[in-house]
């Protein structure tokens, strides 16, 4: 791209040397830079950017852009400076990559659980409408069914600007982004023209980051903002009418709410739900009329994940008729109160439940087909909010027995993690067991016949992060291989993903 056209996108404060005609690439990781590139300098938690100038240099990088003087030649290269470099990676990210958001129906979706749910359903749904759609989010990225890994839910702001530019390239008309809210703090989202943006809920998480469950929201509502005042183009907000944080976001855009939940003043609401073991009926109420919806996903938590899918994609133009009708053929989502198929006499959901919220969640959707005892495994990270866990620990403790073990330890001492769940216990049938191996073995070794287990905290994650490394590690190949052990029944059959 000519580099004064990408560079007029900002207020430049001062340019020293002279810049090149042409930029071939923008980065903000000096590992990544290449010859020809533009590197941004931005200040992070761990490290601060600006001191990665020299390495963006040696590997080819032509501008830098900064928000201070750096020891240059400039005889062979050029230094931007800028008063936030954050902003202005956004603007240029956004210029380089010719505003791909702006050329596509872009949702994104928020809370503090179900996003990766619903995402999902969105996605599933326009690929079975034959929609190109793309979908970005905690499994990482996948464009045109093929996924691609990334280091977050939500990536950082180029990574996000190079994938909607391909997504674009691919033929995508349809991308959906699963919206942290680190990402929303860090501003990776910013430049991203959204039409539609979900809320699922919003509950306990993160405090580590936010500090605060009003810093936390506050942080949320920042997305709806970004939707913008401009009511030439039709956006929409779609919004958990039964959370607290609903009166609150429906008024911080000036585009219009639609509303689900299971009361009858949403535009989107469910009643005669019955629970069956294998799927969920009940009927929805919409915009468009009523219908009687059939699913293979369980629990009140997935109905309301199933109404904010279906109601953003109502938003979007879709038929609600045509969507309850695919809605029945959506398998599970992986590793999300997914029954397990272990073929012995307990039922294993495996399930991604690491909030207080999410673990009740789980709970209520399996109370119901409840005839023996309810077998729980909690577990939490290391290094990461630390509030969550006695939280977590009491709504485990509805079930008769809990075994309390760690997901990813990366550098907390795992007794002190342990011993900070455990005084959430409100009874006294419970171990704890550090090692997640172990802990999911002693779930199996102690179950009996009619007993229901749910694994959780790690759904079918392929990885443990201990210290800083992920290690390779998977809850359905342990509890296959211990399921088999102990029942015998047939041989677990594991493919190179499991
Ligand atoms: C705490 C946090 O959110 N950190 C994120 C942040 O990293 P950071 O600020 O620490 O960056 P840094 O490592 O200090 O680097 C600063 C700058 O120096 C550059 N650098 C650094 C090293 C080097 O050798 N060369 C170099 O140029 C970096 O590229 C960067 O531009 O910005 C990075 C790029 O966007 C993120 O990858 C990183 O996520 C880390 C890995 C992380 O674990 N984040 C979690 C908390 C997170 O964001 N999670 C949410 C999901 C939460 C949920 O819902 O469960 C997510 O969206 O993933
Ligand atoms: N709408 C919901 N309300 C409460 N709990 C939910 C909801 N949806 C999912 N859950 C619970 O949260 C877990 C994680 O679900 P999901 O991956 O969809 O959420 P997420 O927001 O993407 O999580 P993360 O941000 O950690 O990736 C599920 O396994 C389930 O236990």
């Given amino acids: ?40 300098c931005t200040t992070g938690f761990t490290f601060d950017g600006h001191d990665f100038y020299k390495e963006a240099l040696e590997n080819g990088a032509s501008i830098i852009v900064s928000e201070r003087n750096l020891d240059m030649d400039f005889e062979k290269s050029a230094l931007v400076i800028v008063s936030d470099t954050k902003k202005a990676m956004a603007i240029l990210a956004n210029r380089f990559f010719n505003y791909p958001s702006t050329k596509m129906t872009t949702f994104g979706v928020t809370g503090t659980n179900g996003k990766t749910t619903v995402t999902n359903l969105i996605y599933s749904m326009l690929r079975e409408e034959k929609i190109q759609a793309g979908l970005s989010g905690t499994n990482g990225i996948t464009i045109n069914d093929e996924l691609k890994s990334t280091e977050n839910t939500t990536c950082d702001t180029i990574t996000n600007q190079r994938m909607l530019k391909s997504a674009l390239n691919n033929g995508i008309s349809h991308m959906i982004m699963e919206v942290s809210s680190h990402g929303i703090a860090q501003g990776r989202l910013n430049g991203i023209d959204f039409d539609i943006v979900t809320f699922t809920n919003l509950s306990h998480d993160h405090l580590d980051f936010h500090g605060t469950m009003e810093q936390y929201g506050y942080t949320k509502g920042i997305l709806f903002a970004q939707l913008g005042n401009d009511l030439t183009k039709n956006k929409y907000i779609v919004l958990n009418y039964d959370d607290p944080w609903f009166e609150t976001y429906k008024n911080i855009s000036a585009h219009e709410v639609i509303s689900y939940g299971l009361q009858e003043q949403s535009d989107f609401y469910a009643n005669k739900i019955i629970f069956h073991e294998d799927f969920t009926e009940f009927t929805l109420h919409t915009p468009e009329g009523s219908y009687c919806a059939k699913m293979r996903l369980l629990g009140t938590f997935n109905i309301y994940n199933a109404m904010a899918a279906i109601a953003s994609l109502y938003a979007s133009g879709s038929s609600v008729e045509r969507l309850v009708t695919i809605l029945q053929s959506i398998s599970p989502i992986s590793g999300r109160l997914e029954k397990l198929d272990i073929n012995a006499p307990v039922t294993l959901y495996l399930d991604y439940a690491h909030t207080p919220n999410a673990i009740e969640s789980s709970i209520q ?8 005892r309810l077998i729980y495994l909690a577990g939490t990270g290391g290094d990461r909010d630390d509030e969550k866990r006695p939280l977590m620990a009491e709504k485990a403790s509805t079930a008769d027995f809990v075994i309390l073990t760690i997901n990813d330890p990366r550098y907390e001492n795992t007794e002190n993690i342990l011993r900070n769940m455990e005084k959430g216990m409100q009874h006294n049938n419970y171990v704890l067991i550090a090692d997640r191996k172990e802990a999911i073995t002693y779930a199996i070794e102690i179950s009996e016949p009619g007993d229901i287990l749910i694994i959780a905290g790690k759904g079918q994650e392929n990885y443990q992060i201990i210290e800083n490394t992920k290690q390779p590690y998977s809850d359905t190949r342990i509890i296959k291989e211990v399921s088999y052990r102990k029942f015998k029944k047939s041989k677990p059959t594991l493919n190179k993903n499991s």
């Fill in 1 to 40: 791209m000519n580099t004064q056209f990408l560079l007029s996108a900002l207020k430049v404060k001062q340019i020293y040397g002279t810049v090149p005609k042409e930029v071939i690439a923008i980065e903000q990781d000096s590992r990544q830079a290449v010859s020809g590139c533009l590197f941004i």
């Fill in 365 to 372: 959707a399996v109370l119901p087909f409840k005839t023996n």
